[in-house]
């Protein structure tokens, strides 16, 4: 029998499916509310939280976004950080944890019928006009070394009708905006599970995009490659072009009008219709 969306989540429940030795996972926690969950993950970093830890919430009232943008949490939606300590992973590929998280999401999303897509590098598009679902915000925790946070925000139940477009004017929607019925206990564990089984893949090769084939699927899905773009750069600099590629540490290759490439390591992307 399927889960009411209102249904509180249930952690003991979630620990049995998730949580050595029936899933990946060292310790899974469930809260009815809190500011953030990234934020309370990271200070259970700097304490000796264990490596994949997790921590689900109900509803956010401070929900994070990139760039300290707040990121509207209504109830009714999934909710999560993960802690991961990717020890034997190079620094520079650790922003893969970012990408690996989209396509999790897109393996969710796609398990409940609902077309899906990604945005470089946060955003989960849902539904044929491509619509903001999901939102990703990786944070390397200060003073703690190989330490990363990786939070997900998923729209499940159906928005409010005041809810309000994401940065670059992206509409917001959800599964169940897009037809979707879904059970929500259902979806965290699938969407955990997803990310736990690509993480896993992803670290045993030393968190290499390729060797894991990480980097083919993300392109597969990617929305943003082979796409007119405009990237909105700290300082108020603008980069217009076509994405063409994702390098091997994650960033967006674009060429400029004036056929050179540039690689973008963090900016806001929005897709411009086609000339």
Do not use: C
């Amino acid at each position: 029998m399927a889960t009411p969306l209102d249904a509180p989540l249930d952690a003991a429940a979630l620990r049995a499916r998730l949580v050595e030795p029936h899933g990946v996972y060292s310790a899974l926690d469930v809260v009815a509310s809190t500011r953030s969950t990234n934020a309370d993950l990271a200070k259970a970093a700097v304490a000796g939280a264990a490596d994949r830890t997790v921590l689900l919430a109900e509803e956010q009232s401070a929900g994070q976004g990139r760039r300290g943008r707040s990121w509207s949490s209504p109830p009714g939606g999934l909710y999560l950080s993960v802690l991961f300590r990717p020890t034997d992973v190079p620094a520079q590929r650790l922003p893969w944890l970012n990408l690996l998280a989209g396509v999790a999401l897109v393996r969710v999303a796609r398990s409940v019928g609902v077309e899906a897509s990604l945005k470089w590098p946060n955003d989960l598009l849902l539904g044929p006009d491509g619509r903001k679902g999901a939102g990703i915000l990786s944070e390397i925790t200060a003073g703690v070394a190989q330490a990363v946070v990786v939070g997900i925000g998923l729209n499940v139940g159906k928005l409010p009708d005041d809810i309000q477009p994401a940065p670059g004017g992206l509409e917001p929607t959800s599964l169940a905006d897009e037809g979707a019925e879904a059970d929500r206990f259902e979806l965290a564990v699938k969407l955990l599970s997803e990310l736990g089984s690509l993480e896993k893949a992803w670290r045993e090769t030393g968190g290499d995009p390729f060797a894991s084939g990480l980097h083919e699927e993300y392109q597969q899905h990617s929305a943003t490659v082979g796409r007119r773009v405009r990237v909105e750069l700290a300082g108020g600099m603008q980069l217009q072009g076509t994405a063409q590629r994702i390098e091997a540490d994650g960033t967006l290759v674009v060429r400029g009008p004036d056929g050179a490439d540039h690689g973008v390591s963090a900016g806001d992307v929005v897709h411009l219709r086609p000339a």
